[in-house]
C-alpha cells in the first residue's frame, strides 16, 4: 500500500513563502505531483517532480529527495488568491494512477 | 480550449435510487479515471480506464459500476445509492504515459452528490 502525509492546514501572511512537506511511502515510484484546489473547484495541476532536486516555475517551486520519501511545494510572494488547498500526489508503475494525500488547506492572511 | 465536462453539477437523490454521472473530454486522452472526494479524507480513486476495453477498479469501487462508451466519454452508475456515497465526484483524464512518465491529470468541475 501506499502512505501520503501532508499537513493538514497552514496559515501564512501575504507577501511571505510558505513551505508545505509531504512524506511518502509507496513501492514502485514513478514521479510525485502537487494540485492546487480551490474550495468547491476542481484540482489544477502545479508540478511534477520524478528527479530528486527543485524545479521552479514562477512563484512555486517543488522539491524531491526519493531517498527519503520526501517532497515539499514553496510558494513565495503569497497572495490573497494562493488560499487554497493543496494535494501531494505519488503516482507509481506503468500506469498513470495517483495515490492522493489528504491535502493542506492553506489560508492567506493580511 | 480542450476540456473536461461533468453532468449534472448538482444532484439530491433518495437511498435505492439508481443514478448516472457522465463525464466527457475534448483532450483526445485515452486514460479517464473516477474519484471521490470527503473532507479529511482526500481524493479516493473508484475506477479508471486506459482505453474503451479497458476497465479497473480502483481503491474503492464497492457500489459503484462504470461504462466507457467511447473515447471520449466514461460514465458512473451507483447501482443503489446510499448514504454514505454523498460526496463530490471528479472524473479526470490524462494521456498515455510517454517514457515511462506518469502524466498529469485534468480535472472536470465535479458533481456533488447527496443522498439522503
Known sequence: GQNIDQPTEMTATEGAIVQINCTYQTS???????????????PTFLSYNVLDGLEEKGRFSSFLSRSKGYSYLLLKELQMKDSASYLCAVGTGTASKLTFGTGTRLQVTL | DADVTQTPRNRITKTGKRIMLE??????????????QDPGLGLRLIYYSFDVKDINKGEISDGYSVSRQAQAKFSLSLESAIPNQTALYFCATSDTGTSGRVDEQFFGPGTRLTVL
Open chain 1, 28 to 42: 514502485g515510484f514513478n514521479g510525485l505531483f502537487w494540485y492546487q484546489q480551490h474550495a468547491g473547484e476542481a
Open chain 2, 23 to 36: 463525464c466527457s473530454q475534448t483532450k483526445g486522452h485515452d486514460r479517464m479515471y473516477w474519484y471521490r
